[in-house]
């Protein structure tokens, strides 16, 4: 055997010997990289799970206070977790106290298809699992294996081995969720805070009207003073067995601002809690004010010969608007139980429609006779205006408007005689 030959076989002797020991070395590196990534993954599953349960029991309850899956993502998603969870909790506290349940302080558009499960909404909720993308394995490894075994092989190889433990892992929270709905009657902020002691209510509201109108948002002054006025009487007064006239005027304005709200009637309400109607919802403010009437009569009726308490009639008056739905009176069979208001299976407003509401019957008198000359029939017209009351009186304006409306001269009397006279 030659010297070279020797020296041939001897380096590639010791060649082959290093290569093992860099793959070796390499296939160590490998292996340990894959166990910390496994492990990683079976700690992060552990949190995931522990996570999950707890936002699952946190959302049940939420749910039921808010008065359901759609409500509590509504609030969620508007306000975020922890502040959202905060809202619900606090006016549910408030509603138990004897506030307004939490379902009945805003109005979501209704649901097409499935809502959200309390699972699918934990699962968006819970942070999700984080395993690392193997970005940190890179370059890592011996010259030779990368040789070998290609540029990263050590990062490819890890990541191959362990996705299929831990690659379901990582999209556990990343299954679709029907999106939140939207509000047809949002909640607003001034909203959240109420108190439950309904003069310091009164005073916060009113110093919330306040701050509006100094913004020069007059319709929004308006709305709040509305609510403002009309729960305060509701409040001041529940112990009597009649509505007065300056409490069933204040319920049947917050009625119509409800109604209002609810249906999305285009407008708005200036300084004086006046609403001026876009031409295109005529129809739609009309309605309000039929079913407005009904609304005032209907509670009228409660309190007086039924005896419901008047804050329990604000409260099922607020749900038949939210929900849409007539509400009756059930009697109690038991001569010792009390009567209560439920809501039937029959709509109570309906866009576009004409009602036969009493409010639409006693206005006969006032359109009937305006003919001729109009000018001439501006007194009488307005002294019939004015021996009505409440949504009752605002329909027949408007309906004295509308014909008048054919003389320009007319119009301008009557406008000006209803001003003086306070309408």
Known sequence: MSFFQGFVEGFAKSADSSIKTYLNSDNQLKSKLAEKRIARGEIEESRFRKDNEKFSRELKGLAKKAGGTDQAQYILDKYGYDEGASIINSLHTKAIAGGKPVNQIFKLSERVGQSATIQQLADFYTPAMKIGSGESMKGVGGGISKLLGGENWIQKAVMKETDATVGKLTTASLQDV????????????????????????????????????????????????????????????????????????????????????????????????????????????????????D???????????????????????????????????????????????????????????????????????????????????????????????????????????????????????LNKELANKGL
């Open 178 to 293: 029907p999106e939140a709905l939207s509000a047809l009657d949002d909640i607003e902020d001034y909203e959240i805070g109420y108190n439950i002691n309904p003069k310091e209510e009164y005073t916060r509201l009113m110093g919330v009207a306040t701050n509006f109108l100094k913004s020069g948002n007059a319709d929004k002054a308006s709305r709040v003073k509305i609510a403002a006025e009309a729960n305060y009487l509701t409040f001041m007064n529940s112990q009597k067995s009649d509505y007065s006239d300056s409490e069933i005027k204040a319920v049947g304005k917050r009625i119509e601002k409800d109604f209002v709200s609810v249906h999305g009637i285009k407008g708005a309400y200036d300084i004086s809690g006046n609403f001026t109607k876009a031409a295109d919802a005529l129809n739609m403010y009309e309605h309000a004010l039929e079913k407005t009437a």
């Open 295 to 413: 609304l005032t009569k209907f509670a009228q009726e409660a309190r007086k010969i039924h005896n419901i308490n008047s804050v329990d009639i604000n409260l099922a008056i607020t749900n038949a608007i939210t929900k849409n739905l007539v509400p009756i009176i059930e009697s109690s069979d038991d001569a010792f139980g009390k009567s209560f208001i439920k809501l039937s299976d029959q709509k109570l407003f309906t866009v576009g429609a004409s009602s036969g509401s009493s409010a639409t019957a006693k206005n006969t008198q006032v359109t009937s006779s305006i003919t001729g000359n109009l000018k001439t029939q501006v007194s009488s017209t307005v002294a019939k205006i004015a021996s009505l009351s409440g949504s009752a009186q605002q329909l027949a304006i408007l309906n004295a408007k509308k014909t008048f409306s054919a003389d320009s001269v007319a119009l301008s009397a």
